[in-house]
């Protein structure tokens, strides 16, 4: 166990304080699903905005207290603090989307990936919440850049995940032509399909612009301290792997007889290939990347 | 020439683009599971030789380096010239013009076009004056067309384009640059280095020595920073030194050496210091290998470090051997000002003193030629620029014809547009516009 004094001091408590919020916030967006209660899903978004204030206050305590411990870097150098933020800013993509959108449907997804990513980082042994001094590897300025980059782009790959998720749902309850709106529940509250479809698209390019720059980012990085741009080192080849295959998504949706449900699909499983390259390669492949094994670093 | 059409068409095709998407990613994946550019020996451990030698035949054992994956890459050059050739007189078109005029669009009959009639009794002027109040300038006068962010066309273009340079950039530093790496005693010097691709020696344009190694650590033992001071040497004249640690590398004539590991060889000597009981200050310290014969420099005093053979327990493993053949051991006094007590050996008024061991510290740096690099970098900064201006200003057309209608008193107006990028949220927004326009026309 984790003594009370020093995570509170280093916001971890905050963070699986909020973790609480976000379930709560999942159960009231559960139960929206199938009574497609208005008021509920407004009171979910009141408790997951709750939580993501808690969030960003246990985010900055935690900085200052890195700072004050005499590490230069933001937390964002471990496992844990690879989740915590990871849930971060999938909450944060969603807020934004449901500002400008009306998705209320998305928010049991998100809040289900955002809860489980927190649950892990505050209970898996594999993530302990410690603020560990920095490894010189990461000491860099470049770390801040790479890392804010990739996670808003997986941030961006979950909530597309979210979106292609819905979309298969109402095809195969509905059909595409909303014949039967009678149906109730979520079902009638969410956009017509074409439209879910073309959110889908949108979140996926706004995904692939910054995990585009986040890769180039780390090729410079890794051209600044490892001895070359790119070492086909298994996290970099899996990025690479990411990108084509939301490359190919862009490029699939612009041809003939590829629309709406291959693309869902597409988003699916492009999530899948973002979830391997962002755990996957560290649970299972040693790299240059891996902080998933604390003390295992094959390099400096 | 049919020939030549199809193979264009098949060159250019984005079915092709996407096989070679999905290839590339299979066979990068093949390479994440197996360990890439490790030694022959190596595999034969890991693998078993049989299933070493399907593994070297098939090419995965350097995968990325392999003549298919190599020419997936040129493919997907190729791919994407002529894929980029075959949208560009399009593209052109649409950007700079000649502008499709409203009734070619209307005669393509596309099921996604979107037509409007309204009828209005206000005059053409002021019917135009409404419609570019909504739709900004007209491109032509006489066809009134309206076309929005119409130049960002042009960014996909360059987005592929941009591809093209970094894949460029890639193969010339290929060609031109290698990284190697090789390990440095402290205190001595190289000019070789191992590729990191075979392993096979390369020599280097200047000798490089590593003066000093250190390891800095932070309060509670986690290492903090390895420093290596080094060195570049050339004609026998140091031109250049530098303290590097791991992302902070040093450049020398186009030349990068990054620190990259380190560590120590087996000690093979013990420091001992030589002491003349009558004159103290003559320290003379000798790093003394087993068995050779060194110079004490008191009263030509020759003598040899020597292990036992089998030490007995809670005596010191050595002794000294002097040239007369006397054996000298060593005794441990306890010292009071250090913990470390004192371990030594007398003869008449010379006193061996034993140090530890030396240990001789190497520094495993990466001495790497990143030549062209810079063309990466342009290509990569024009792909975000372009992806960026290519996914989020869309362009919109707009036609609009006007046609007096016989009573003289009305006039028809026609709109027509077509949705880019399948968006279906075009639909409802169009709507909109044209709602706005109907009220400002007729008054409805």
Same mark, same amino acid.
């Given at each position: 166990?984790?003594?009370?004094?020093?995570?509170?001091?280093?916001?971890?408590?905050?963070?699986?304080?909020?973790?609480?919020?976000?379930?709560?916030?999942?159960?009231?967006?559960?139960?929206?699903?199938?009574?497609?209660?208005?008021?509920?899903?407004?009171?979910?978004?009141?408790?997951?905005?709750?939580?993501?204030?808690?969030?960003?206050?246990?985010?900055?305590?935690?900085?200052?207290?890195?700072?004050?411990?005499?590490?230069?870097?933001?937390?964002?150098?471990?496992?844990?603090?690879?989740?915590?933020?990871?849930?971060?800013?999938?909450?944060?993509?969603?807020?934004?989307?449901?500002?400008?959108?009306?998705?209320?449907?998305?928010?049991?997804?998100?809040?289900?990936?955002?809860?489980?990513?927190?649950?892990?980082?505050?209970?898996?042994?594999?993530?302990?919440?410690?603020?560990?001094?920095?490894?010189?590897?990461?000491?860099?300025?470049?770390?801040?850049?790479?890392?804010?980059?990739?996670?808003?782009?997986?941030?961006?790959?979950?909530?597309?995940?979210?979106?292609?998720?819905?979309?298969?749902?109402?095809?195969?309850?509905?059909?595409?032509?909303?014949?039967?709106?009678?149906?109730?529940?979520?079902?009638?509250?969410?956009?017509?399909?074409?439209?879910?479809?073309?959110?889908?698209?949108?979140?996926?390019?706004?995904?692939?612009?910054?995990?585009?720059?986040?890769?180039?980012?780390?090729?410079?990085?890794?051209?600044?301290?490892?001895?070359?741009?790119?070492?086909?080192?298994?996290?970099?080849?899996?990025?690479?792997?990411?990108?084509?295959?939301?490359?190919?998504?862009?490029?699939?949706?612009?041809?003939?007889?590829?629309?709406?449900?291959?693309?869902?699909?597409?988003?699916?499983?492009?999530?899948?290939?973002?979830?391997?390259?962002?755990?996957?390669?560290?649970?299972?492949?040693?790299?240059?990347?891996?902080?998933?094994?604390?003390?295992?670093?094959?390099?400096? | 020439?049919?020939?030549?059409?199809?193979?264009?068409?098949?060159?250019?095709?984005?079915?092709?683009?996407?096989?070679?998407?999905?290839?590339?990613?299979?066979?990068?994946?093949?390479?994440?599971?197996?360990?890439?550019?490790?030694?022959?020996?190596?595999?034969?451990?890991?693998?078993?030789?049989?299933?070493?030698?399907?593994?070297?035949?098939?090419?995965?054992?350097?995968?990325?380096?392999?003549?298919?994956?190599?020419?997936?890459?040129?493919?997907?050059?190729?791919?994407?010239?002529?894929?980029?050739?075959?949208?560009?007189?399009?593209?052109?078109?649409?950007?700079?013009?000649?502008?499709?005029?409203?009734?070619?669009?209307?005669?393509?009959?596309?099921?996604?076009?979107?037509?409007?009639?309204?009828?209005?009794?206000?005059?053409?002027?002021?019917?135009?004056?409404?419609?570019?109040?909504?739709?900004?300038?007209?491109?032509?006068?006489?066809?009134?067309?309206?076309?929005?962010?119409? $130049?960002?066309?042009?960014?996909?273009?360059?987005?592929?384009?941009?591809?093209?340079?970094?894949?460029?950039?890639?193969?010339?530093?290929?060609?031109?640059?290698?990284?190697?790496?090789?390990?440095?005693?402290?205190?001595?010097?190289?000019?070789?280095?191992?590729?990191?691709?075979?392993?096979?020696? $390369?020599?280097?344009?200047?000798?490089?020595?590593?003066?000093?190694?250190?390891?800095?650590?932070?309060?509670?033992?986690?290492?903090?920073?390895? $420093?290596?001071?080094?060195? $570049?040497?050339?004609?026998?004249?140091?031109?250049?030194?530098?303290?590097?640690?791991?992302?902070?590398?040093?450049?020398?004539?186009?030349?990068?050496?990054?620190?990259?590991?380190?560590?120590?060889?087996?000690?093979?000597?013990?420091?001992?210091?030589?002491?003349?009981?009558?004159?103290?200050?003559?320290?003379?310290?000798?790093?003394?290998?087993?068995?050779?014969?060194?110079?004490?420099?008191?009263?030509?005093?020759?003598?040899?470090?020597?292990?036992?053979?089998?030490?007995?327990?809670?005596?010191?493993?050595?002794?000294?051997?002097?040239?007369?053949?006397?054996?000298?051991?060593?005794?441990?006094?306890?010292?009071?000002?250090?913990?470390?007590?004192?371990?030594?050996?007398?003869?008449?008024?010379?006193?061996?003193?034993?140090?530890?061991?030396?240990?001789?510290?190497?520094?495993?740096?990466?001495?790497?030629?990143?030549?062209?690099?810079?063309?990466?970098?342009?290509?990569?900064?024009?792909?975000?620029?372009?992806?960026?201006?290519?996914?989020?200003?869309?362009?919109?057309?707009?036609?609009?014809?006007?046609?007096?209608?016989?009573?003289?008193?009305?006039?028809?107006?026609?709109?027509?547009?077509?949705?880019?990028?399948?968006?279906?949220?075009?639909?409802?927004?169009?709507?909109?516009?044209?709602?706005?326009?109907?009220?400002?026309?007729?008054?409805?």
């Amino acid at each position: 166990m984790i003594s009370a004094n020093v995570s509170v001091l280093d916001g971890s408590l905050y963070f699986t304080v909020s973790l609480l919020f976000i379930v709560a916030s999942f159960a009231g967006y559960f139960i929206f699903l199938f009574t497609g209660n208005k008021t509920i899903s407004k009171i979910s978004f009141g408790v997951l905005i709750a939580g993501f204030i808690i969030q960003t206050a246990a985010f900055v305590i935690r900085w200052i207290y890195a700072y004050k411990i005499g590490i230069n870097t933001p937390p964002l150098v471990d496992l844990y603090d690879s989740m915590v933020f990871f849930a971060y800013v999938i909450i944060f993509g969603f807020i934004l989307i449901r500002i400008f959108y009306d998705f209320d449907a998305l928010g049991f997804i998100i809040t289900l990936v955002a809860s489980l990513a927190l649950a892990f980082a505050s209970f898996s042994p594999l993530a302990p919440s410690a603020v560990e001094p920095t490894i010189p590897a990461l000491q860099s300025y470049w770390l801040i850049y790479h890392i804010m980059t990739l996670f808003i782009s997986y941030g961006a790959f979950g909530a597309s995940f979210g979106l292609g998720v819905l979309y298969l749902i109402k095809i195969n309850k509905t059909g595409k032509n909303e014949s039967n709106k009678k149906r109730g529940g979520f079902l009638s509250l969410l956009p017509p399909a074409p439209i879910i479809e073309e959110s889908i698209y949108k979140v996926v390019v706004f995904g692939l612009v910054f995990l585009t720059a986040g890769i180039v980012i780390g090729a410079a990085w890794a051209d600044s301290a490892w001895g070359g741009y790119w070492s086909w080192d298994p996290k970099e080849t899996w990025s690479l792997i990411t990108w084509l295959t939301y490359v190919l998504f862009i490029h699939a949706r612009f041809t003939k007889g590829w629309g709406g449900k291959k693309m869902a699909w597409i988003a699916v499983i492009g999530f899948a290939v973002v979830i391997f390259c962002y755990l996957g390669v560290d649970l299972i492949i040693p790299g240059l990347h891996s902080y998933a094994t604390p003390g295992s670093t094959p390099i400096l | 020439m049919i020939m030549f059409s199809k193979l264009y068409k098949f060159f250019s095709s984005v079915k092709l683009a996407i096989f070679l998407f999905i290839a590339i990613a299979a066979l990068s994946m093949v390479g994440t599971f197996i360990n890439q550019a490790d030694t022959a020996s190596q595999y034969k451990t890991i693998f078993g030789p049989q299933v070493y030698h399907i593994l070297y035949w098939l090419g995965f054992l350097d995968i990325y380096g392999s003549w298919y994956f190599i020419g997936l890459a040129v493919l997907l050059v190729i791919n994407l010239i002529t894929a980029s050739a075959s949208i560009l007189p399009h593209t052109f078109k649409t950007v700079f013009g000649p502008y499709p005029s409203f009734d070619e669009t209307a005669a393509k009959k596309s099921p996604k076009a979107i037509y409007e009639i309204i009828e209005s009794k206000k005059d053409v002027h002021e019917i135009t004056k409404v419609l570019n109040s909504k739709l900004g300038k007209p491109f032509s006068e006489k066809e009134l067309y309206y076309s929005k962010n119409s $130049i960002f066309r042009l960014s996909p273009f360059i987005a592929h384009f941009s591809v093209i340079i970094i894949i460029i950039g890639v193969f010339l530093n290929f060609h031109y640059g290698f990284r190697s790496y090789t390990n440095i005693k402290v205190g001595e010097k190289t000019n070789i280095s191992y590729l990191s691709k075979n392993h096979k020696p $390369i020599k280097l344009p200047f000798t490089l020595s590593l003066d000093n190694y250190r390891t800095l650590y932070y309060k509670d033992g986690i290492p903090k920073s390895y $420093i290596s001071k080094i060195s $570049i040497i050339k004609n026998h004249v140091a031109v250049a030194t530098k303290n590097i640690k791991v992302n902070h590398p040093f450049t020398y004539g186009g030349i990068t050496i990054y620190q990259a590991s380190y560590g120590h060889y087996k000690p093979t000597a013990a420091k001992l210091s030589i002491v003349s009981l009558k004159n103290r200050k003559s320290e003379k310290i000798v790093y003394a290998e087993f068995g050779k014969l060194y110079d004490t420099g008191i009263n030509n005093i020759k003598f040899r470090f020597i292990p036992y053979k089998h030490p007995k327990k809670d005596e010191i493993p050595f002794f000294i051997e002097l040239s007369n053949n006397k054996i000298l051991k060593f005794y441990v006094l306890p010292y009071k000002k250090h913990s470390m007590p004192l371990i030594f050996a007398k003869y008449q008024n010379t006193v061996f003193l034993y140090n530890g061991v030396k240990n001789y510290y190497y520094s495993g740096v990466e001495i790497t030629k990143n030549a062209y690099t810079s063309v990466i970098w342009a290509g990569s900064i024009i792909l975000i620029i372009a992806l960026f201006f290519s996914f989020f200003f869309n362009h919109t057309e707009t036609w609009v014809k006007l046609t007096p209608l016989k009573d003289g008193k009305k006039t028809r107006i026609e709109i027509l547009a077509v949705p880019k990028k399948k968006f279906e949220s075009f639909y409802n927004k169009f709507n909109k516009l044209i709602a706005g326009i109907k009220k400002d026309l007729t008054g409805e």
